[in-house]
Antibody, heavy 120, light 107 residues
């Protein structure tokens, strides 16, 4: 079964840092692009970042550029999101997601999400 | 960035109805469009990709059409499990962007 399981969310003060992890299973992780997508409470979906299959290329939403870093460990089948200089507006559920095989830039697998709350 | 605008923001419908949701891109995206369904407290689910291709396992009452800037998701014979929020997403270029969502409610 294809599965993505996020961890690392929690409560953090503004200006703080957090690292999210996503354990992938049931597919060849090293072959797939991956994305992080977030959803603030009661709001819509917002794409955050993507990484290609070998980790050599990344992209970020302007709202997180310079503060967040996406990375992966293909030996451990794990995706990461390092979040620094967190702001109130980063409060959201963060979903680890898989790019649909074939590099379509669509998302065909979603984790259950991990909640990040930025508050003093 | 490409802006995606969905309409309506919400729709009330009954079981058995046909529901149509529209998504407009701020610039042409060919057929690089997906539709997702999200139920409360759950992760989204891919329904349609490449504007009109049905994702594996998705019921055939869901269909998508359009190209360029205007797209439509149609749900034929609405079922109780279809009451949810639907999002479009463009896959033409980064940053990937989603529409604001359309909530399908029970009339």
């Amino acid at each position: 079964e294809v599965q993505l399981v996020e961890s690392g969310g929690g409560l953090v003060q503004p200006g703080g840092s957090l690292r999210l992890s996503c354990a992938a299973s049931g597919f060849t992780f090293s072959s797939q692009w991956m994305h992080w997508v977030r959803q603030a409470p009661g709001e819509g979906l917002v794409w955050v970042s993507r990484i290609n299959s070998d980790g050599s290329s990344t992209s970020y939403a302007d709202s997180v550029k310079g503060r967040f870093t996406i990375s992966r460990d293909n030996a451990e089948n794990t995706l990461y999101l390092q979040m620094n200089s967190l702001r109130d507006e980063d409060t959201a559920v963060y979903y680890c997601t898989r790019d649909k095989p074939g590099n379509y830039y669509y998302i065909d697998v979603w984790g259950k999400g991990t909640t990040v709350t930025v508050s003093s | 960035d490409i802006q995606m605008t969905q309409s309506p923001s919400s729709v009330s419908a009954s079981v058995g109805d046909r529901v149509t949701i529209t998504c407009r891109a701020s610039q042409g995206i060919s057929s690089w469009l997906a539709w997702y369904q999200q139920k409360p407290g759950k992760a989204p689910k891919l329904l349609i990709y490449a504007a009109s291709s049905l994702q594996s396992g998705v019921p055939s009452r869901f269909s998508g059409s359009g190209s360029g800037t205007d797209f439509t998701l149609t749900i034929n014979s609405l079922q109780p499990e279809d009451f949810a929020t639907y999002y479009c997403q463009q896959g033409n270029s980064f940053p990937l962007t989603f529409g604001g969502g359309t909530r399908v409610e029970i009339k």
